[in-house]
């Protein structure tokens, strides 16, 4: 992609790290962001020097914080072809006991993963229509099918209905829109209860992104679906 810049949220470990590693090696420059940027910077270093790699404190919660980033990427490097809404978190819920996380904590899921990639959309967006970008959100198989008790599994459905209304309004724009949905991935956080069940690796999902983003510029990859062999299409 020669000098392409590639903006990845929740790049700390999991399927973002995983992308960064795969969008070095196509030869993009990276912009990496994190909440805690802590264990960024030696992983950064692998991947290139300052004038390939960034690292950026942001928390996808704070529109601000999103739309500052997005435009000091714009300013200093002079393009966003890439912005990867990858930024996610998950708390095992309950609505009919008190097994999992108290209400209390739910909240930091829900705005992680329905407002993060909606302002970091909205932040973005500007940038890429002048540079007929491509956005991409992580949205998960738990989005496509009914789990019991998972609120999780709701906010996914609403990165579904988030991609599909912004890939609605891109139209004539030259913006592409790509939502992957990955199914079990085993990115440190799976809960003890579905341990044994088959899983994806992070680079597993990040070459879907590196297929999606390496299309030619009239062909946009609307959605896709990966689940390892052997997962159940309810779980």
């Not at 692998?46 to 601000?64: F, I, M």
């Not at 009914?146 to 004539?172: D, F, M």
């Not at 994806?200 to 510029?217: C, F, I, K, N, S």
Request: aromatic content about 6%; some cysteine; charged content about 20%.
């Amino acid at each position: 992609m020669g000098d392409g810049v590639f903006v990845i949220t929740g790049a700390s470990r999991g399927i973002g790290a995983a992308t960064a590693r795969l969008a070095a090696e196509a030869g993009y420059r990276l912009v990496l962001t994190a909440r805690d940027t802590g264990s960024l910077a030696g992983f950064a270093a692998r991947l290139g020097g300052p004038d390939r790699v960034w690292v950026a404190a942001c928390d996808v919660r704070d529109y601000e914080q999103v739309a500052a980033l997005v435009g000091r990427v714009e300013e200093e490097w002079g393009r966003v072809d890439v912005v990867f809404a990858n930024a996610g978190t998950s708390v095992v819920t309950s609505f009919t006991s008190t097994d999992g996380a108290p209400p209390a904590e739910w909240s930091d899921m829900v705005l992680t993963n329905v407002c993060g990639p909606a302002f970091t959309a909205r932040a973005a967006m500007p940038a890429l229509m002048r540079h007929a970008g491509h956005l991409v959100l992580t949205g998960s198989a738990a989005g496509r099918g009914v789990r019991p008790g998972n609120l999780y599994s709701a906010t996914k459905w609403a990165v579904t209905g988030l991609a599909q209304a912004i890939r609605a309004e891109c139209v004539g724009t030259g913006v592409r829109v790509t939502l992957v949905q990955p199914g079990l991935t085993d990115t440190g956080g799976i809960p003890a209860s579905r341990a044994a069940d088959p899983k994806l690796e992070p680079e597993d999902v990040a070459r879907a992104v590196l297929y999606a983003v390496g299309q030619p510029p009239t062909v946009d990859v609307n959605e896709i679906l990966v689940r390892p062999v052997g997962q159940a299409a309810h779980r």
